[in-house]
């Protein structure tokens, strides 16, 4: 039988653009080494991944057949820690994409302040069409490829898209049963009863808050006078709009990938949008059903239509290059922030434009820096085999993501810059630094 571990929320199949990430990542990066007037070295160092790791996975199918699975890790930067990332299973993952991947984990962790280094996995497949057992497989043999090139101490995995919880324990379990060791610390995402962190299925929602908190304390607007429209209604937007609901904003729109039709559909509700009451209409995939939708009085409109709402706030929380040169102008002047809780959701052209006209958007690699975050947590909590209370946990988020956010919006002020360039500058002149300190260039 082929059953989805997770047949929620992560079901739909995501449409990839023809868009290179990694060479986005690195135009992103050219830009920044010059404000910094970084040295050809540094750039030729911190412009690539360090080490690539692309190797075959042959797993015996539940029909008895067997099948070669690629699959990779790339460890981006090392060298303010043990390199953190997740692994991404999906049938168009490519080395370019996991390339660009890394290397924004390697400047998120980096403008928060973490002692952690940047990396990424993946395995090109379809879980969808994979049983149970098959993905068991897939991760044990991940782990049984990798096993001497990660550990608690050098490189520490997550999930990511289409991998979940279960996915990191059958890593987890692989790993020590290789080791003979107990290594907590080896994985991060695990479930709360074998050694996940408390706190870490908000993180990410909630840290996109706290920045987008601080971002309105800056324009000295109370977050009760506001509305905010999101793109997606998975992990990430979810937490966002429940806690952006507790600062008073209320959230007038979603929007979210319609497994059946292939499509988007935007969900209206003007008077705000509940996600437990949203959540009664979710279909089978995750996705909403719409007749549920328009009972509870949601009006069901094209997609796109997020992005158009007259709205203060702007959460792309889905998926990469959804706000691109063809919508960008569909924008509302209203709108003050964008919080991007997605990773690479616009694109350079769309981003130039936002620029132009000023509005605040706080980069993808802060706004959804929670998640690693936590993550780091878990990772200490594990390699302290100690575990602290989810009020902990999210108290001290909080600190780490509102630090951050200063430290990025002060630097901004002061040199003029826009949000997302000074948050590279932080990120990339830690990293500089200590490549620099530790002699390598
Ligand atoms: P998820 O799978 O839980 O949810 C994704 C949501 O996006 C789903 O509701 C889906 O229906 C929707 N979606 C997909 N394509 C869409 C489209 N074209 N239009 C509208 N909605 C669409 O994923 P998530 O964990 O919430 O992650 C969302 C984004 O945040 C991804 O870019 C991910 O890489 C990034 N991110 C996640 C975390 C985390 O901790 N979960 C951390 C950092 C970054």
Known sequence: MKVSVRPSARS???????????????????GVAEILGLDAPTRDLLRQPMREYSFAIPIRLDDGSTQVFRGFRIQHNDARGPSKGGIRFHPQ????????LAMWMTWKCAVVDLPLGGAKGGVICDPHNLSEREQEAICRGWVRQMVRNVGPQGDVPAPDVMTNAQHM??????????????APGFITGKPVTSGGSFGRTEATGYGVIFTVREALKELNVRASDTTASVQGFGNVAQYAIRLY???????????????????????QKKDG???????????????????KAKDLGYRVLPGEDWLKQEVDILIPAAMENQIVEEN???ISDRVKIIAE???????????????RRNVVVIPDFLANAGGVTCSYFEQVQGNMNYYWSKDEVLGKLDSKMTAGFIAVSDLARARTLYLRDAAYVIAIDRVARACRDRGWI
């Not at 993952?93 to 660009?100: G, I, M, P, S, Y």
Request: proline content about 2%; charged content about 20%; overall charge negative.
């Open 169 to 182: 324990l059958w890593m987890l379990d692989e790993y020590e049963h290789i080791t003979g060791s107990k």
């Open 93 to 100: 993952e490519t080395q370019d994409t996991v390339r660009a």
């Open 245 to 267: 609901e507790q600062l008073g904003g209320t959230t007038v729109c979603v929007s979210c990938w319609d497994q059946a039709d292939q499509t988007s559909y935007a969900y």
């Open 12 to 30: 739909y199949i995501l449409s990839y653009k023809p868009y290179n990430s990694f060479a986005i990542a690195q135009t992103q990066f050219d």
């Open 341 to 355: 809780g997605a990773n690479g959701p616009t694109t350079t052209e769309a981003d130039a434009v936002l620029r």
């Open 328 to 330: 960008v102008h569909d």
């Open 273 to 291: 949008v509940n996600v437990d009451e949203l959540l009664t209409a979710t279909d089978r995939f995750g996705g909403i059903d719409q007749g």
